[in-house]
Structures are given as structure tokens and as C-alpha cells.
């Protein structure tokens, strides 16, 4: 039984498909903050499988140690928290508190149930501005704003954590820009008011909910002058979590190094324009975009060194760009308005 926090959202919806399907029994934990439960009941209308679904706070830990006990769980996967980059500038006790409290909690939790094997969702954003590209996990940490302090404060607790009892086995996921849904179109990424990230916003362009995009910035020292990331499909992101989960369980002696730092990424970056001719084509819909002033704390360009995942974990991402465009479109037109029915 795996040990699901944060299940009910974007990336661990998908996991939990991924999961279901390689046979794993799955126990979400959420307090359903950024989601909707129906997305657990389209996990399992794709899966035709049953999850264990108990709805909680990671700040509780008495309730996260009566489910772990429940529930059997051998593992978890720590999806749970805050991720807007914005809102934690603006609230960064609330990151803090969410993200750190509620992860020391959960380890809190894992210890007095011996569980110990954890994949963990940090980010990109650890790395802040990057000195030299793609960035490998040895790129020195420098996270710009408090979201990304909350993860690189996480990482910290989980690297004392595993020298303190070598009997934990930890992966730290640093994902890249996750984009994309399930290919069957009844489960995707569905944002609260207006999504501040590219492919969504670019989405509710294509099925009319917006007027047009604003391209922050196109005087960039980038190809085209606007921003470049590496978009990674969300599928791609969830199978690098049984990956990480398999890896740790191969692991079988203390002797081992069993805390891994991994970049989850394609390798392969693309800027703003691209994503929009992309989204056009898959969507067969214009994208009216004006160019407007950078957006505050935006870097030029970021993309991983994915070969660590390769040789660790046996994991590559195989969809591109179209696949993400045309998986997104598929997602966003029949789920206009998301998962709340209008
Ligand atoms: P999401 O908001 O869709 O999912 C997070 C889930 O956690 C939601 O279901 C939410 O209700 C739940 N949650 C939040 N706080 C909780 C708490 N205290 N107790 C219980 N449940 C709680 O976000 P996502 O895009 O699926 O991201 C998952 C994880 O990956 C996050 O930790 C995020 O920081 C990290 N991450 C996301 C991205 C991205 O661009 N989506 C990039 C890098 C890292
Ligand atoms: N962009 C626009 N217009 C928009 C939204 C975004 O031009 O309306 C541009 C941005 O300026 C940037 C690119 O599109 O050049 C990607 O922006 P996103 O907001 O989609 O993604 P970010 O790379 O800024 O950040 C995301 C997550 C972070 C995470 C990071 C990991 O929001 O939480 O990826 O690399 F840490």
C-alpha cells in the first residue's frame, strides 16, 4: 500500500493512475485545498480500480499515524502543498507552515510507523537563476522566493534525516515544468482563477474562457527573446515516480546510498512562441498573444540534465511537445470548465 499526500491534485492524480495500473494499492491523503475529489473518481473510472481516499492535513500528524497504521502503507509519496510562486511572496508564513510543518509532520508520522521509504515532489526552483545549463543536481542551490525556499528547506530536512538513520530510503524528485493530462482526456490540470502558468493559461485561451496571452518578455538572450523552459508531460512525471519508488526498493543494503536528488526532466527546452504554434496546432484554434514586460523573478532559460535519472532510475521522458499540446486540448476542451460541472 502506498501512502499518497496531495493525491487528489494535478501531478498525483496522475500517479495514482500509474500506480493502480502496476498493480500498487493506494491510500490518498488531502484536505482537498487545490482539488476536487472527483478527480480521484476519474482515476478510477481510467483504472477500474479502487482507491482508499481519507480526507486530512499533513499538519495533523495523529491523523496521518492512525492512517499509515490503517492502512498498512510500506511507502509514501509527499505530493501535499503549496506550489504558487506569487502567493508565497505574498504569504510566506502560510509556505512555511504548509510545505515544512506539514513534511516534518509527516516524517514524524512515518518514523513512529516505521515506514520509511519516501519519494519526495521538490522542484527546479531550488536552483534559482542558473550559472551554467542544463542544470545537473550538483548546480548550486539558490532559490529566489519563499515557495522555493520551502523545498530547498525540505531537501535539507530529508538529507539530515537519512544521515541521522540510513534505514530511510528517499528520493527527492526535482521536477522541471509539468504540463499535459492523461491521454483519455478525463483527468488534467485544473487551476483555481487565473493560472499563472504558461500551458493552462494558454488552454483556457484556446477554449474561449480567455481573450488572449501575455509573453512576458521577448529581450531574453534566448533564440526567439521569450522565455524557455523544459515542459515535461505529467504522464512522463508520474512514471518517474515508480521508477523512484523501484529503485529505492531495489535497494537492499545500509551500505548503499539510498537518499537520491533527481532532476525530472525532457533535457530539452522550448521557448514561450513554441509552446503557442504548438497549442495551435493540437488545438486547431488561434492564440492571441501581446508581448508584455518581463514577469518579476523570471529567468531566461531552464532546463535539466536528465542523465541521472537514465542511469539511477532507468527513466527517460518519451512525449514531446505535441503529445503535451494535443493531451492538454483533449483535457481542456471536453473539461471546459474543469473538474466543476457547469
Ligand atoms: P496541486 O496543487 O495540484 O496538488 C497538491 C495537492 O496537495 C492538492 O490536492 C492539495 O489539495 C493538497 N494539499 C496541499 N496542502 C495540503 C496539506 N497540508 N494536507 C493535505 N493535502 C494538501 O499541485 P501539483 O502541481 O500536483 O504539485 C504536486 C507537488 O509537486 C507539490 O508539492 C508542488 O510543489 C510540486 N511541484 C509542482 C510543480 C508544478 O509546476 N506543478 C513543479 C515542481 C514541483
Ligand atoms: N509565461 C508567459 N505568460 C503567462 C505565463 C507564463 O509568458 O501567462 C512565460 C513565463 O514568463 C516563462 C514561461 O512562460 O518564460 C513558463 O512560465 P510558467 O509560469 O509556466 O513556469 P515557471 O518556469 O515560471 O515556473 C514553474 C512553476 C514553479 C516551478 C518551476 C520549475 O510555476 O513552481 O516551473 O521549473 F518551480
Request: proline share 5%; hydrophobic share 40%.
Amino acid at each position: 500500500m502506498i501512502f499518497v499526500t496531495g493525491g487528489a491534485g494535478y501531478i498525483g492524480s496522475h500517479t495514482c493512475v500509474e500506480l493502480l495500473n502496476a498493480g500498487y494499492d493506494v491510500t490518498v491523503f488531502d484536505n482537498f485545498c487545490n482539488s476536487n475529489p472527483e478527480a480521484l473518481k476519474r482515476v478510477e473510472q481510467i483504472t477500474q480500480k479502487k482507491i482508499n481516499l481519507v480526507e486530512g492535513d499533513c499538519r495533523n500528524r495523529a491523523a496521518m499515524v492512525k492512517v499509515l497504521k490503517e492502512s498498512g502503507a510500506t511507502a509514501v509519496i509527499h505530493f501535499a502543498g503549496l506550489k504558487a510562486v506569487g502567493e508565497s511572496v505574498e504569504k510566506p508564513n502560510a509556505y512555511y507552515d504548509n510545505n515544512v510543518v506539514g513534511t516534518l509532520r509527516l516524517l514524524e508520522a512515518m518514523q513512529e510507523c516505521n515506514v520509511k521509504t519516501l519519494v519526495f515532489s521538490s522542484s527546479a526552483t531550488v536552483y534559482g537563476d542558473p550559472i551554467k545549463l542544463p542544470l545537473t543536481e550538483d548546480h548550486p542551490l539558490a532559490p529566489t522566493n519563499p515557495y522555493g525556499r520551502s523545498k530547498w528547506m525540505i531537501e535539507e530536512i530529508l538529507r539530515d534525516l537519512y544521515h541521522s538513520d540510513h534505514a530511510f530510503k528517499i528520493a527527492i524528485l526535482r521536477y522541471f515544468n509539468p504540463v499535459g493530462a492523461h491521454v483519455s482526456g478525463l483527468i488534467g490540470e485544473d487551476p483555481q482563477g487565473i493560472p499563472n502558468n504558461l500551458m493552462p493559461f494558454v488552454a483556457q485561451v484556446a477554449v474561449g474562457r480567455r481573450d488572449s496571452l501575455s509573453i512576458w518578455g521577448s529581450d531574453y538572450a534566448t533564440p526567439d527573446g521569450t522565455g524557455v523552459r523544459d515542459y515535461i508531460h505529467v504522464v512522463d512525471l508520474a512514471i518517474g515516480h515508480l521508477k523512484a519508488l523501484e529503485a529505492l526498493r531495489a535497494i537492499n543494503s545500509e551500505k548503499m546510498n539510498s537518499c537520491l536528488t533527481i532532476n525530472l526532466g525532457t533535457g530539452q527546452g522550448y521557448s514561450v512562441l513554441d509552446v503557442v504554434r504548438a497549442y495551435e496546432k493540437a488545438s486547431n484554434k488561434r492564440i492571441p498573444y501581446q508581448i508584455a514586460p518581463r514577469r518579476l523573478g523570471d529567468i531566461a532559460a531552464c532546463y535539466a540534465d536528465p542523465k541521472r535519472a537514465f542511469d539511477m532510475l532507468g527513466w527517460q521522458a518519451k512525449l514531446g511537445l505535441d503529445e503535451m499540446c494535443a493531451n492538454s486540448w483533449h483535457w481542456q476542451s471536453n473539461n471546459p470548465s474543469g473538474y466543476q460541472q457547469k
